[in-house]
């Protein structure tokens, strides 16, 4: 299901042009063992946009259904869209920008502030994380791996119009290496712009420096676990994403309730 929002605004990117109001879509990566997580990463996007947004959930299943989708799901796979999250560009009509995040976010500030900094120069634009993670696992006991440029991948801004992004038809995203998808293969390093670390702020591994706001995280990344599962419940920023949960379902109460 495709949920948007109804907000209008005008953005001026970083190169000084102003963008229409053409909403944003972000497609959201979906796992039904994490289907809470999904609903409160949607939740924190919706309700603190200014700029009008549409969100798609990425289901693995769907995609099969309609034949975008037929490669098998490999032993380093922690989650359903490990590798269907590269069809974001198709998915758009390869047409305008559009994001792609894992369901295990937690947005605290406008998505608006992250869009500003779109610069059309790039094919895509993510946070360059230099990243090895310290554990052999990860959420609820899958196989924690470790490659180049880890993490990338699970927040883009992809410029579909792109002439490069092109190549991201079905047929590559379902016969493609991990290491091509993930290490943007088909790219070269200039053509992917960097935005800063807080908007992929990793849970246990980046770190706030106290008086300094340029630290402060504007989208948690629960890339561990998040407290969704029974291991994690006591994670950092674990308050702030039961919090976001709590809300979203007092909500989704109500609106059963008004129905």
């Not at 039904?32 to 409160?40: G, K, L, R, S």
């Not at 410029?159 to 590559?172: A, D, M, Y």
Request: proline content about 5%; glycine content about 6%; aromatic content about 12%.
């Amino acid at each position: 299901m495709t949920l948007s929002n109804g907000n209008a605004l005008s953005v001026t990117t970083t190169n000084g042009e102003t963008k229409t109001n053409k909403t944003l879509k972000i497609f959201v990566g979906y796992d039904p063992c994490e289907d809470i997580a999904y609903e409160v990463c949607r939740h924190s996007i919706l309700k603190r946009s200014s700029i009008p947004v549409e969100i798609t959930p990425i289901i693995q299943s769907d995609l099969r259904k309609k034949g975008l989708y037929w490669r098998e799901r490999g032993q380093t796979e922690s989650t359903e869209f490990s590798f269907s999250r590269f069809l974001t560009p198709y998915l758009a009509d390869y047409d305008g920008w559009a994001m792609f995040v894992d369901c295990d976010f937690l947005y605290l500030v406008d998505i608006k502030e992250l869009i500003d900094l779109i610069d059309d120069k790039y094919a895509i634009m993510c946070v360059h994380h230099d990243y090895t993670p310290k554990e052999t696992t990860k959420m609820d006991g899958a196989v924690q791996t470790v490659y180049p440029r880890k993490n990338w991948s699970s927040m883009v801004l992809y410029n579909c119009g792109h002439p490069k992004n092109k190549v991201l038809t079905p047929e590559v995203v379902n016969t493609q290496t991990g290491a091509f998808l993930h290490r943007f293969q088909w790219l070269e390093d200039e053509e992917i712009g960097s935005v800063p670390f807080v908007w992929n702020f990793l849970e246990g591994h980046n770190r706030v420096v106290e008086n300094d706001p340029t630290t402060f995280p504007k989208a948690i990344h629960y890339t561990r676990g998040g407290p969704w599962f029974e291991a994690w419940k006591h994670c950092e920023f674990a308050d702030l994403w039961m919090n976001e949960m709590h809300e979203y379902t007092n909500e989704a109460k109500k609106k059963i309730i008004e129905s």
